[in-house]
């Protein structure tokens, strides 16, 4: 008995274009439009025009900022400062945030807020807060006001968290069967750190260390009080900026703040380079 078959009939459909590799859909162009056009409202025009402004000047307005022993003397205080505090977080941010994912102790989640206090509190708040504990009259009889000391303690108080965040989310999300596989055949907890925890811990340290890095030359707020901004000894960058602006040399401080600029990119390159090798070995 032959079973008969339909066929539909009608306007046959239409076959979807396939996207080309790398297209934007009308909705992605359009969300990158908007994304482009806030960013550079808020970053690229603001950036454009410090450059601009340095460049009025000529070479002739880098030349006599830097040519200047304050300003010398301010950037290496400044730069040198960070780059201490950038490591030291890159060891003890990675600790506390190992012990706030691995370990279990009374206290935890009081710590783990505790963490954020100077991402929250205002930078001058901040600046009190250690010229009281740090100050002439500190209650544990320990004064370092108006000292490089004093700025150490400042960058390394509001640049902590960030390597803290960035590493703990990475290692909430590691299996820890991996350790425990590596250690069933034989390899010892050194090799195991080093062959399978650093290198997936690696990125999320190098990049809390460039924001670390960042915030640490760009700080003001905390370092007003209790660093006295002394020229040639405890003056930052930052104050220095504002020196020349109040002096009525703009040009000067859009060359320095320029400088800066290019500090802080060569910082962020160079520590994504050094996370790639580092990762790439491990």
Do not use: H
Request: overall charge positive.
């Amino acid at each position: 008995m032959a079973v008969a078959t339909t066929v539909p009939t009608g306007r046959p459909a239409r076959k979807r274009r396939a996207a080309r590799p790398g297209a934007l859909t009308r909705g992605s162009a359009l969300g990158l439009g908007v994304a482009m056009i806030w960013f550079s409202l808020l970053v690229l025009i603001p950036l454009a025009a410090v450059v601009v402004k340095a460049s009025e000047g000529g070479w002739d307005a880098y030349l006599q900022t830097f040519t200047n022993p304050q300003t010398r003397a301010a950037l290496a205080l400044t730069v040198g400062t960070s780059l201490l505090c950038t490591a030291i977080n890159m060891v003890m941010g990675t600790l506390i945030a190992w012990v706030l994912v691995r370990d279990r102790f009374w206290g935890k989640r009081v710590l783990d807020v505790v963490i954020d206090i100077p991402f929250a509190l205002p930078t001058i708040v901040a600046g009190l807060v250690l010229l009281s504990l740090y100050g002439p009259k500190s209650p544990i009889g320990v004064d370092v006001a108006n000292t490089r000391i004093a700025v150490f303690l400042a960058i390394a108080f509001v640049t902590l968290p960030f390597v803290v965040r960035t590493v703990q989310p990475v290692l909430e999300e590691m299996e820890v069967d991996t350790e425990e596989a590596a250690a069933s055949l034989g390899a010892s907890r050194t090799t195991t750190l080093r062959r399978i925890v650093l290198p997936t811990l690696t990125p999320a340290i190098f990049a809390g260390a460039a924001l670390s890095f960042a915030r640490g030359i760009a700080e003001y707020g905390s370092l007003v009080l209790i660093s006295g901004n002394l020229p040639n000894r405890t003056e930052v960058v930052s104050v220095r900026v504002l020196s020349y602006l109040e002096g009525g040399n703009p040009a000067s401080a859009a060359a320095l703040a320029t400088v800066m600029l290019v500090v802080a990119l060569l910082a962020i390159v160079t520590l994504d380079i050094v996370q790639r090798k580092v990762a790439r070995r491990g």
